[in-house]
Every structure is written in C-alpha cells, then in structure tokens.
C-alpha cells in the first residue's frame, strides 16, 4: 500500500510539473485538483502550479481584451471570445477583480469606439442600447455615442432632403423611429420640423416616381396614400400625378371600348360609376355607357364549345362590322381571276440571294424574274411610303391581317 501511495504521489507531482512546462491553463488546472487529492504532494509546488494559473488566466483576459480592441464590432467574434473569457475568469475566481472589471468595461464600451469611429447609424443604435444594458459602461461614452447617433441622423435627414433620393429619406426616417422605439428622449433630440419636412419630402417623392413608372393601380393606391399621409405633398406633383392616374384610367377604358367586349366593358363602367366617374374623363366615360347600351341590342355570338368537343362551325356575323368596306378591297382586286397562281416568290432582306420561291425556299436565279419582282416590290414600297403612319395606312394593315 505504501509503494502504490508514492507511485500515485509521484504521478499527481509529475503530471502537475508537465503542465507548468507546458504552461497548459486547462491541464494545470486538471492536475492542480489532482494533486491536491493526495495529502502527501508537496503544497509548495501546489502552491506555485496555482499562481502560474493565476498568471496564465490573467494573461487570457488580457489577450481576449487585446483582440476585442482590434476588432470589437457589435456581434464580433473577438467581443464573443472576451466575453466567453470574462465568465471563465469569474468562475475560477482567480483572476484579479480590477481586471475582471476592466474587461467589463471594455465589452460594453468597445462595440461604442467601433461604430462611432466607422460613423454606422445602425451600429450606433446597437452599441447603445447594448452599453447601456452593461454595469461598467462609461456614461460619458454612452452620451458621447448618442450625440454622434443624433448628428449622423440629422446628416442623413439633410442629404435626402438636399437630393431627393428616396431610398436615403426613408433609411434616415427609419432611423428616426428606430430611436423613437427605443429611447424617446433621445429621438426628441432630433429636429422635428426637420423630420416633417424629410416626411413632406419623401412622400412628395415616391409620389413622383410613382407617376413616372407605376401602372393604374399601384399608381391609385400611391395617390391615395399620399392624400390619406397627412403629409404636405407638394400640390403640383400631387396634381400631376391626378392628371396621370386620369390619363391610364381613360386609356384603359378606351382599350375595353375597342375590343367590344360586353361583360368586361358593362363591368368597369359600372365600377367607375359607383366611385362617382372616378378618374376617368366624363366624355370617355358617357361614350363608354353608350357602347354598353349598343352592346346589349347586338346578337350574341356563337356560345363557346363545351370542354373535350370541338369547336361549333356556325358564326354570327356581328352587326357593327361594315362587310362591304372591310372586305370590298380584297373582293375588287381579285374580280375577274379564276386562275391559281402559277409562281410565287418571297423577298428575305440581309441574305445574300434575298429572291426565294415561295413553294422550295430555294434561291431566285432568273434575271428577268428578279427584275420584275425587284420592280413591283419597289412600286409598292413607294406606293405605302405615301401613307406611312396615317390611319389610312394603318386601316390597310388591319385588311391585311397585320
């Protein structure tokens, strides 16, 4: 019993001095509750292995402070590792409370220096609130670091009123009620006729995109918004956007009067006359009523075929359609022509042998042929070039099925 005593004291002496060499904080601290298990290991080398651990703890936290103040922005790795440092510290009770507490200090307070030296509105805020929620922190910097939130605030408030940018409007007035949800007296540091006017700004502003680039019915929603904002809109871009969402409404109505299509039609002037007109232009809207009108005396046309059948093969001639003037052109020139075609050519403009057949695609090699299909080509060509972009000309593309 006694030599397995020895070996047991030799081997909690020797693993307690290989973690002094190895300057092994967890091994050290393995071996020190070891050895002192075994009442024969000598207590000075106990007590020695200790202050080494004091020292190599103390030299922890230093280093985890050291990198926090290289790299201590909020939710950083280094502020995670001091941090993580700080309770290890605190549980071995070992560590000098003075530098336990300076460690403190400088986790609530380093995520401050960061944000304030890179101007971050949004880290500021974080860095804030965190400093503030931490014993420790230096109430100076705290008011140092709010002073600086509410300039690079106003700043931002300033720019995007000076530009009129509203994506910079709308970051600094969320800023703003980011503050507001947070800490009331400090987000009543900032102007507040300067907030109105920003507000004033931006609405001003994405009333005036909205107009430039939005459809009916976002533009719609974006007028109503404005109006319902409370915000002072500017009066002309207000006005211009009103000219506008009349402008597409009476468009889209005049779109559903050209196809003549009953049910979508009779729906949006019924729509539009339950919003008193809305903003469709009152002729539009009393012609469109009268297209309804006519509309419903018109026979209705052949009922779609039911789902899996095929199509029915009688069609109602519509009433409205002129037959004679729609398709007499066609009728007057093909009178008199009982013959089929016995050629046919197509002319493919950029291809190196642009005369085709029309059957084979193959090239045209004639001369005569391709002397004659360039002349006719060319007569009418100079026959369309004198109604080009009239609706005479565009009346003859319809013919023509284009």
Same mark, same amino acid.
């Given at each position: 019993a006694t030599v397995i005593r020895e070996a047991k004291v030799l081997l909690a002496t020797q693993s307690l001095r290989a973690a002094m060499e190895r300057r092994d904080v967890a091994g050290l601290r393995t071996a020190i509750t070891v050895a002192e298990g075994e009442a024969e290991v000598d207590r000075a080398i106990i007590k020695e292995a200790k202050a080494l651990l004091v020292e190599l703890s103390t030299k922890m936290l230093e280093e985890a402070m050291d990198r926090a103040r290289k790299g201590g922005a909020p939710g950083g790795s280094s502020l995670s590792a001091l941090k993580s440092a700080i309770a290890t510290a605190e549980a071995e009770g070992m560590v000098d409370a003075t530098v336990i507490q300076e460690a403190k200090v400088l986790l609530a307070t380093q995520p401050l220096h960061t944000a304030m030296e890179q101007r971050d509105v949004a880290g500021l805020r974080t860095a804030i609130a965190g400093a503030e929620g931490q014993m420790g922190a230096a109430g100076a910097m705290i008011e140092e670091a709010k002073v600086m939130l509410v300039v690079l605030t106003t700043e931002g408030l300033e720019s995007g009123i000076a530009q009129r940018s509203v994506a910079m409007l709308q970051s600094a007035i969320d800023s703003v009620e980011a503050i507001e949800g947070v800490d009331q007296t400090l987000a009543e540091r900032i102007d507040s006729s300067l907030l109105a006017e920003a507000r004033a700004c931006l609405a001003t502003n994405s009333l005036r995109a909205a107009t430039k680039w939005y459809p009916l019915h976002d533009l719609g929603l974006a007028v109503a918004a404005a109006e319902a904002s409370g915000q002072a809109v500017d009066g002309a871009v207000l006005a211009e956007a009103r000219t506008r969402l009349t402008q597409l409404a009476t468009d889209e109505l005049a779109t559903l009067m050209y196809r003549r299509q009953l049910e979508p039609l009779a729906a949006a002037v019924a729509e539009l006359e339950a919003e008193s007109g809305g903003a469709v232009e009152a002729a539009v809207l009393a012609e469109a009523r009268t297209l309804v009108a006519v509309l419903k005396t018109e026979p209705r #046309? !052949? *009922?779609? /075929?039911? !789902? #899996? $059948?095929?199509? +029915?093969? $009688?069609?109602? *001639?519509?009433?409205?359609?002129?037959? !004679? /003037? /729609?398709? #007499?052109?066609?009728? +007057?020139?093909?009178? #008199?022509? %009982? =013959? *089929?075609?016995? =050629? %046919?050519? *197509?002319?493919? %403009? %950029?291809?190196?042998q642009p005369w085709r057949k029309s059957v084979d695609k193959s090239p045209v090699t004639a001369p005569a042929v391709i002397a004659s299909e360039t002349q006719h080509k060319e007569e009418a060509e100079a026959d369309d070039k004198a109604t080009a972009e009239t609706p005479d000309h565009a009346a003859k593309l319809r013919r023509c099925g284009v």
């Open positions: #046309g !052949a *009922e779609p /075929a039911p !789902a #899996g $059948t095929h199509p +029915m093969d $009688t069609l109602t *001639e519509p009433a409205h359609i002129d037959t !004679a /003037a /729609a398709v #007499g052109p066609f009728v +007057m020139q093909c009178k #008199g022509k %009982g =013959n *089929e075609a016995q =050629n %046919g050519y *197509e002319f493919w %403009g %950029g291809d190196d």
